[in-house]
């Protein structure tokens, strides 16, 4: 007897195709056995339990077409390919209710199989267990990681993984070599347009970035929400490594003022248009200097060239508001008070370091970046409680007791100071099989900053 599982829908095979993807080899004419049934009845006929069960059932096939022969009949597609594999109750059925069999071609082609579908009848078997199709999707552009025995054939996989999705315009294979200094993947393109200028979206915030020159991780965006969520509107953000502004814009957009520094001129600029971008422009100065320099001057840098007083960012609505206010004065004089301006703030409430691989070598920099202002009156009040510095790290420890004695360790001989009791250590992920990514949170030691031990 016919069922599904004799219906044989998987493509064609063409395995070895390598360079340009042959679209064309891949169609499949499968014989099935049609009803031909008046119009009118079709659903009185799809209905009855009898049929339902021997009715086509193959994922994005239609069952019931259009009959080329006769405008008010249609076919009903079944999963038997012929007459005699029908019990006698169904035909019998059938002479009653129908018009008739009819025979059918099931034609499919390329656009009908998945990606993976198209890649298994394309690779070497012995490469089809572990299909490449996993990657990952910045705008427009995928990135896959290929292994060296997937590479004869990276154009045919790249040009399936283009078709198959849809707003994408480019696919890249990440080559082994990142850059060690500025965080990106060397690129080629496999398949689609040369054109690496990407738009993402986190936190509500646009981000525009070249892709192949700046470094972008959207696994990160849980960590991004959860240190913006610890800064309070008003907050002055040091973001010591912030690329092209994941820290930086969502708290800018929050009402923080950030100084936002990359090294990667690429960064630097980017972070740029996004604070632009954003509508938050004035709440974000951009630097492109080694972070250790960094370090040592943005406490100064606040101190003599505070942020203007701004007020908290506004909704479209407060916005909108606001004019139809600012249009009735210039008719009525001026009825509504002036904007609260958050006042003008010197000081560095959180400083922010991203960068796991190196960040804790860079804590010695902290040591007296507030004596040069230290004895100025207003200091105290103004630096009453410390900065909080949040700094990225890796650790091989995948014990949480082992990673945080080892981190501590390590942060400890950098800033040559013993961290405060009330320091945290957030695990972030894991990045590897033994490598895990950390965040420790201190409130910065006053002696430390202020010069002495
Ligand atoms: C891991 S990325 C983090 C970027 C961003 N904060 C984020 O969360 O996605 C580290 C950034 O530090 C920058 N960088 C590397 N070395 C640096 C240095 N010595 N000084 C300043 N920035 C540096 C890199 O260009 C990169 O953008």
Redesign the pocket.
Known sequence: MSSTATIDTSPPTNRGMRGALNRDAFRKSIPLLAVRVPAAQTTKFMKSDIVKSRVLDIPKVRTVIPDAQDSKSRLVLLRDKDEESLSPEIRSFIEKEALGFAPYNLELDYSYWTADEILQAVLPEHLCETSPTSFTITGHLAHINLKDEYLPYKYVIGQVILDKHKGLRTVVNKLDNIDT????FKMEVIAGESDFVVEAHEANCKFTFDFSS????SR?HT??ERLVSLFNPGDVIA??????????IPAAKKGCVVFG????PS?AKYMQKNADDNQVNDRVRVSN????E?IRQIASEAWHRPFPPLGLPKSSKQRAREKRNQQQAKIDGPATAPDDLLPSRRRIDHF?M?????ALE?LDSFRGILAPFKALPDFKTIYDTMPMVHC?CFTKEIETADAITDIRRRAERALGHALPEETTFHFVRAVAPKKDMYCVSFALPRDLALGGK
């Open positions: 200094e500025f965080r990106f700046v470094y972008w991780n990160l960590e991004h973001d010591v490594f912030a690329g092209v502004g994941p820290f930086a520094n990359d090294l990667n960064s200097v080694d972070g250790r960094y922010v991203n960068l796991p691989g190196t860079f990225h």
